[in-house]
């Protein structure tokens, strides 16, 4: 597993919470992540961010956990991960050890 630090103005895919929702959100197809851009990154793995919802209209969502390749998704609650594209790239070009 690689890991990707998260920088300001990387994009990543948000997922909005199984059990609530979000609200003002409009979010056609549930199943897929929301594209969203950081705002401020706080460590590793806690971020802010700009979230787009389907009709490409911007929400704040802040202090989101990062969930990187290979580790466990929330089961409640809202998260963002990187794109495979990014997950691959960053594998790719990962030097051995």
């Not at 103005?9 to 948000?14: E, M, N, P």
Request: hydrophobic share 40%.
């Amino acid at each position: 597993m690689t890991k990707i630090l998260p920088t300001v103005g990387r994009v990543v895919w948000f997922t909005p919470s199984r059990l609530t929702g979000d609200y003002g959100f409009t979010h056609i197809d549930g199943r897929k992540p929301l594209a969203a851009i950081v705002a401020h990154v706080f460590n590793d793995a806690l971020v802010n961010l700009a979230v787009f919802d389907s009709n490409g209209v911007s929400h704040s969502r802040t202090i989101v956990k990062l969930v990187q390749e290979g580790e466990d998704k929330p089961e409640h609650g809202y998260f963002c991960s990187w794109m495979p594209y990014q997950v691959g790239q960053a594998a790719k070009h990962a030097k051995p050890k």
